[in-house]
C-alpha cells in the first residue's frame, strides 16, 4: 500500500524509551503486549489505505533475549536493548485529474 516503516535500535532501556515518548507525544500510548513487553503509540487508522497503524511501537527485546542483534558486524553495542518502529502515515493520493476533451 506504499506504506514505509522504520526499525532503530537504541541503546536506552524499555522504559526510559516510553517514557520519552510519553513526553514528546503528549499520549499515553497503550500497552500492547505484557511479555515481551511492547507500547504503542498510535494515529488515527485506516484499513482502506494502511497495511499498519501509523505511530511508534517500543519493543524490549532483554525479554527472554539478549538483545536485538546489531546490523552492522563489529559495531558497538553487539545488541540493542531496545528496538523503536515509526510508522509515518502513507503519502497523500495524487488528486485525480478530470479528462481532457
Known amino acids: 500500500m506504499g506504506q514505509r516503516y522504520?526499525?532503530?535500535g537504541v541503546r536506552n532501556a524499555?522504559?526510559?524509551v516510553?517514557?520519552?515518548?510519553?513526553?514528546v507525544l503528549k499520549d499515553r500510548g497503550t500497552e500492547a503486549f505484557a511479555a515481551p513487553?511492547?507500547?504503542?503509540?498510535?494515529?488515527?487508522?485506516?484499513?482502506?489505505?494502511?497495511a499498519f497503524p501509523?505511530?511508534?511501537t517500543v519493543k524490549d527485546w532483554t525479554?527472554?533475549?539478549?538483545?536485538?542483534p546489531n546490523p552492522k558486524a563489529g559495531a558497538q553495542p553487539e545488541r540493542f536493548p531496545t528496538v523503536v518502529m515509526i510508522v509515518p502515515p502513507p503519502p497523500a493520493p495524487a488528486p485525480v485529474q478530470p479528462a481532457s476533451k
Open 54 to 56: 501509523p505511530g511508534v
Open 63 to 68: 525479554y527472554q533475549s539478549k538483545g536485538y
Open 18 to 23: 516510553v517514557t520519552y515518548y510519553r513526553d
Open 37 to 50: 513487553p511492547t507500547h504503542m503509540f498510535q494515529q488515527r487508522f485506516r484499513e482502506e489505505t494502511m
Open 6 to 8: 522504520y526499525l532503530y
Open 14 to 16: 524499555y522504559l526510559e
